[in-house]
């Protein structure tokens, strides 16, 4: 008997851009991994990492079974006993110590699986510590933030309308390199490409030139951590020139004035001396977004990850509030998904500040504190002090600031269990690891990349190989967990039904089900039986009917927000030792920390370089390719150096992600890759002070020969 050829259809899980795709399996081996030309978004398209989800499933370094740690070496364990065990551990430390004596920390791959999503609060709201962390907060906090103070909601989140505009400035992104990230676009070089090719186009500011900048119409390096003077000087100049366009949402809109008066210090002039843009050249710029009839600006990674990051999101809404292109065709819109669509009272709006970090008093946002505050609250001695942490799909060595502090932290926990399946640079620090199923052995609804994406679409995919009859999901994991501690606790616990049924439910009474829209009655059938999914159309005007602020009024002018300008109107001149700034760099074939145990993804050159521009390099005596070390005030790592005046002078850059080889790790090809780790450099003191999100880029370092 031979085994059946099959030929599956899904989205690829493994970064932003959700890509369809077209899997052929042989019985349990997969035989080819192609785009999804049906696909309504992606249309064909994908990039490397698609392959990745076939070596993410027969990897041998990936665990199948719970695991626990015996001295230096692992044991398996069955799933009661593992489950069991973190139970009872969790809940003594908390009798012990108190409920905040228990930290989470959840990592970026938790947001590309649904059932993470749907059953992972139960365990939080089970356990009840503040001590929540999360990858946000090394990320996208500062759009998230802005969201919820000027439009009522976190993820009222407006996307660049791509396939429409004519004019899309792109601040330190590179969606060619990342597919784009808080705006879904498959596909990004052909789309980005169309704009020119109408007429458009689109313009990179960057302190390096990237993939995205050599495929733009212009390109402006610019300082790193300086981009909130470049844009508070364009604010001021659209008021000053009467560049302020009108729009349907001025009526909807609160603080225009109180914005007007704020930004008044911030000329062209000043803009200039800060950041290397000319005057000209921001005015000018300012003056085409402002009279192209279609125009959006967009900001990510490189103007969120700095000392400013929320004061420059903020900025970026109010320029497109300005010149008109919030909520316009061609500007940017909010996404209408079938599943968690966002309006006035949609749960998870978010809060902020409503408490603090114990030690360094860093304020909440939505339940979670920083990242950055995690290693001194496990370190710093008195009550509250974490004791005992749970990660999911976390690796915070590889991927929060000052690596080395945070690994000492890990080492010191009482007890750590980690619901993840591989043991890395953090997890050989847990006592328990609980492997949750491959991801091609669980169906998939993508919650968060569809909420982001430039184009409406849903879809829902069935598993692709049954799991192992001893494995579980994670959304099983969460359950018992919850139900063992609930026991435990002397309470009970409630388990939720599968996250199917969840977003099933979501769907047939959010926009698109029978009830709101009879026509198109979506259900979790309908999509079933659409393989490739369903288009739900373009992006459209809709955010007068969808402010979700008390008063029901877009605020322009959030009180917090506006106090932090006076913070960058004070900030002194550097006083570092350290002479050139550190930026990050994204590659097509990586993923944060997690893409770096599969061949096809590693092979090639070595990506953990560290470009430099030639004339830095002259002035310090290296020479291209030599081993040169790089020295933060919280460490140092040595690597080779490329000359290259793809960065400006007085930038390096150098990617995230890398640096897997920690004593105890057993991935057999991370650990081969001897990569450093850029987070050995990254400051946990060095913030935005505003909402404590990590400043990743802008970091003060020297380069010496190694």
Known sequence: MTDTNKTHYRACHLCEAICGLEIKTRGSEITSIKGDKLDPVSQGFICPKATAIADIHTDPDRLRMPHKRVGDAWVEISWQEAIQLTAEKLAATQQQHGNDSVGFFAGNPGVHNYGNLTHGPALRRIIKTRNNYSATSLDQLPHQLTAWAMYGHQFALPIPDVDQTDMMVIMGGNPIASNGSIMTIPNAPKRLKAIRERGGQVIVIDPRRTETADAASQHLFIKPGTDAYVLLAMINTLFNEGWVQDSHLHDHTKGLQTVKASVADFSLQLAESKSGITANEIKQLTQQLATT??????????????????????????????????DTVGGALL????????????????????????????????????????????????????????????????SSANAGLMDRAFASLDFYVAIDFYINATTRHADIILPPTSPLEHDHYDIVFLRLAVRNSARMNPAIFDPASDALHDWQIFNALS?????????????????????????????????????MALNLDKLKAEPHGIDLGPLTPSMV????????????????????????????????????????????????SWMHNYHRLVKGKPRWQLMMHPQDLAERGLADQASVTIKSRVGEVTTTVIATDEVMRGVVSLPHGWGHNKNGVKMRIATEQKGVNCNELTDEKFIDQLCGNAALNGVPVTVVAA
């Not at 420059?312 to 320029?319: H, R, Y």
């Not at 949609?346 to 339940?367: D, M, N, W």
């Not at 710093?380 to 990660?391: E, L, R, S």
């Not at 939720?496 to 709101?516: F, T």
């Open 545 to 592: 009917d969808r402010i979700g602020t008390d008063d029901g009024y877009i605020d322009a002018a959030p009180e917090f927000i506006i106090q932090d300008i006076a913070r960058l109107l004070q900030k002194p001149a550097p006083a570092s030792e350290h002479d050139l700034l550190l930026i990050g760099r994204r590659h097509i074939r990586s993923n944060n």
């Open 293 to 326: 009839e279609r125009a959006v600006l967009y900001g990510r990674m490189g103007v969120s990850v700095q000392e400013f990051g929320a004061l420059c999101q903020w900025a970026i809404q109010v320029i497109n509030l300005l010149i008109g292109a919030t």
């Open 335 to 398: 996404t209408s998904p079938a599943f968690a669509y966002v309006t006035k009272g949609t749960p998870g709006a978010g809060h902020f500040a409503r408490f603090h970090s114990r030690v360094s008093q860093l304020p909440e946002f939505s339940g979670e504190l920083p990242a950055v505050a995690l290693a001194e609250e496990i370190l710093t001695p008195g009550d509250g002090q974490i004791k005992a942490m749970v990660t999911i799909a976390g690796n915070p060595i590889i």
């Open 483 to 519: 139900n063992a501690i609930a026991q435990l606790k002397g309470g009970d616990f409630n388990e939720l039904p599968a996250p199917d049924l969840l977003v099933g439910m979501g769907i047939e009474h959010d926009v698109y089900g029978a009830q709101k829209n009879p026509e």
